[in-house]
């Protein structure tokens, strides 16, 4: 049986079948094939899986988004960005890793990053002479740091699916952002002097602190978001409502650069994104429900606890298997389907839920920027006008980087606790 | 036919963004009455079933607009009539998973009608269960109009070769 | 697919569920043993699943599969029952309701445990029908300074329920009732979200609530000997056999006992692991709180049509 629908899956999958309808399909044969089961708990769990609270934070957080590239937020983040890391050898690399930086600390998601910096950074990188595999392998890569430095849409998925904290997760997310971004400016340092990239002239300083001071109200928000969880004075969801009202302020007034007129498409465009991956998320409910019937979390315990008996090689096994789900499946989704089957097997290994939201969140991070499906990638060869094969060949290196943080991260937990850690 | 569905889609996309709208400042109502002391219960339920909608609606809209994410590796492989009738295959799993769909929606409807919500017991369960069937039944319209579509191009493919 | 019994075979198969996913919950305590005996003595003609959270953490979704006939045997309290629209239920939630534990087996194991049972399957249509009442322990107030009086609760924000009799009783206290989730709730009494909750030893405890600054003195209030109801698909059980409904009332019988003893020795353990981890436990007058919630529970009473019911629970309270 369990066969016979992972053989349906993946057939129905390479048909060319919409991803969130394949689960769903699968999800009702499942139930079908139980003789207990009524086939209207399919239709139960899609609602119960978007019933809840935590969940409204994702259409919130890509409104930001959609709010900051629209009110050109972004372009005053670049133009910082480059005053700060122009000058130094292939400053327009440096620059498009740190505005991710920057811009992840408003974002929850990674394609809102991707796209807004990626439209004017790849063809600007191109003008100056890089060569089109870096301009978009730096932007894929770069961006999956949207992911993992707070907010993050995915870790409050985890959050909810495990009931561990959410600041305490955003906060672990801060160092892992930061070593994986300066990891690929140490990388692209190097390549930058072997090819000799090109380097803009030192601004005056005064210019610098000009650039600085126009973005202060951008650079606020993330201590707004980060700040107010973490000391309580709103949710997740909340702080994702201020993120989205904030953005919208400052557009509008400080910056002046959004127009009433625009905010229907922004809103369209925020529903259109945020209905895809939660109609998948809901679709995925049904299956997860499917699993929950088969026990397959209480199997898993008992099969690690029989036959691995290690929680590093437990780390090490999840880490392999959520990078192949990541390849073809995004984040959210997964997480609903896998998180609590693994999530028993962790508990008994002793492994802290925070620590484990790190690393799963990390790989399918991962996940954004490969191929079949990597919307980051696909977004970035798409502005790039780059085969996805050769953007992928260009982005390894840098996946590479995040892989080595990740381990990092795994095998080290008190460098994921650090920052918590100062918090309690 | 192509009229019907383009209002369709329009009526479907104001009720998204119209919830859309309603939860975005039910959750402002919520952060501003708790910082001046007043408890407004009702917030989080009423945001949470207009959030459902408002997903499901856009969820639909994406169907018609053939958005939602799927691998066309295959797809574009093939060539001409062959790459019509996959398509054709596509949209009539995608009906009969819609309508199965909708019918069991409309059960849960029945089922769970009279349930009434936790924080407004005046208003009833039934009301967010609607948007099961209401989501299936569209998604079922859209795939039809795609199918109809995908026949005639195939006819005319059949006349050119 | 849905039958009770699609093999024809004679032997049929239950789901049993509760939405406590900690293998030591009392909960998962009373579910085993309705397995054990259920199993033991239909001689393996009863099969009995039992998922501690695995099919649903929230008593809605319980409720909810329960009807749909995707889940068999599950475990809800009033507060959740009340949103299918049997409202009575409500009422075993009421604040003070109850003066002790002998207090509330009086009235569950007798006269109006059976009438309430009768309401469940009567306004469900047969979908709800009660096995029995199981606990989830008694509830007291912890919070970041100790309550002397009622008058210590003025102006804490307290993380209850905020709706319905629950919330009216605490704000009447003088309290501000907070709705914060249960996860987040260790965080936010860490930083000063709320000031105080109300739980019972179990539960609070395996969650660390006591080692906050904001959870570290308990007053015992016991405002709530807590109300559990363990159902079965009426539809489904009408089906099943004679022998085999014998024996599903049977094992239902063994899991209350079993229940009510795992957490009432759960009560008296995670009471002391509090105290050992630093914890302040203090006693309180529990005469000005029964007072205050007489008119409460009078007036809910009269909302949900169970007025009597509340007059013979009183009468029951001296003997
Ligand atoms: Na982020
Ligand atoms: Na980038």
Partial sequence: ?424 | MKQLIRMLEKTQITIGLAFLTVFFLVIMLQIITRYIGISVIWTEEVANYSFIWAIFMGAAVMVNRREHFNFDLLQRKLKGKSRITLSIFNDLVLIAFNLAIFSLGIQVVIEFWNYTWATIPEMKMGYVWLSIPIMAGTMVIYSISHLINHIETWKTKGVME | SEEADPDGDGKIKIIAAHNQTSPDNPYQTGMLKFKEVAEEKSGGSIEVEVHAGTIGTEESELVEKLQLGAADVVLVSPGFMTQTGIREVDLFSAPYLFNSYEHWLRVVDGEVGQQMAKIINEKSNNAFKLLGYWTAGVRHFYGKKPLESMDDLKGVSLRTQTSGVIGDFWEATGAIPSSISWGELYQGLQQDVVDASENAYPFFVQQSHHTTPNGKYITETAHDFTTRFLLINGEKFDNYSQEHQTIILEAAKASVEAERAATNKQDIDYKEKAIDEGAVVNEIDRQPFIELAKPIQNNFAEEIDAEQMLQAIRQLAEE
């Fill in chain 1, 1 to 424: 049986m369990g066969f016979l629908l992972i053989g349906l899956f993946l057939v129905l999958m390479l048909l060319g079948m919409p991803i969130a309808f394949v689960i769903g399909i699968v999800a009702l044969l499942g139930i079908f094939g139980m003789p207990y089961t009524p086939e209207a708990a399919v239709p139960m769990k899609m609602v119960n899986g978007l019933d809840s609270f935590v969940l409204l934070a994702v259409p919130l957080f890509i409104l930001a988004a959609n709010l900051m590239n629209s009110g050109k937020i972004s372009e005053k983040l670049i133009d910082l960005a480059l005053a700060i890391v122009g000058p130094i050898r292939g400053g327009l690399a440096h620059a498009n890793i740190l505005v991710s930086m920057m811009f992840a600390g408003v974002s929850g998601a990674s394609q809102a990053d991707a796209a807004g910096v990626g439209k004017i950074l790849i063809p600007s990188m191109k003008k100056q002479g890089y060569d089109t595999e870096t301009a978009v392998g730096v932007t894929a890569a770069s961006s999956t740091v949207g992911v993992i430095i707070p907010p993050s849409i995915p870790m409050i998925i985890f959050a909810g699916l495990t009931n561990v904290s959410i600041g305490a997760l955003f906060l672990g997310g801060i160092i892992p952002g930061i070593l994986i971004g300066l990891g690929m400016m140490l990388f692209v340092y190097v390549i930058a002097i072997k090819r000799n990239f090109p380097k803009a002239a030192r601004p005056e300083l005064t210019k610098v602190g000009k650039r600085f001071i126009e973005s202060v109200p951008a650079l606020l928000t993330p201590i707004i978001i980060i700040g107010g969880i973490v000391f309580g004075f709103f949710t997740a969801t909340e702080a994702a409502a201020v993120a989205s009202l904030y953005t919208f302020l400052i557009s509008m007034f400080v910056y002046k650069t959004l127009k009433l007129k625009d905010l229907p498409k922004i809103l369209m465009d925020t529903l259109a994104l945020s209905s895809l991956s939660l109609f998948a998320l809901a679709a995925a409910s049904a299956l997860g429900e499917l699993m929950s019937y088969y026990q397959l979390g209480t199997i898993a315990q008992e099969f690690f606890s029989d036959h691995i008996g290690s929680e590093w090689l437990f780390i090490f096994i999840l880490i392999v298997f959520f990078l192949f789900v990541g390849t073809f499946m995004d984040a959210i989704p997964a997480m609903i389907l896998f998180v609590p089957i693994i999530l028993p097997t962790a508990l008994e290994f002793g492994i802290d839920p925070i620590h484990l939201g790190l690393i799963v969140v990390i790989t399918l991070a991962i996940g954004l920027a490969t191929p079949p499906y990597g919307l980051v990638l696909l977004l970035s060869a798409k502005i790039g006008e780059l085969s996805v094969e050769r953007s992928f060949i260009a982005v390894i290196p840098y996946l590479f980087i995040i892989v080595v943080v990740l381990l990092i991260i795994a095998f080290l937990p008190e460098v994921t606790f650090f920052i918590p850690n100062l918090f309690s």
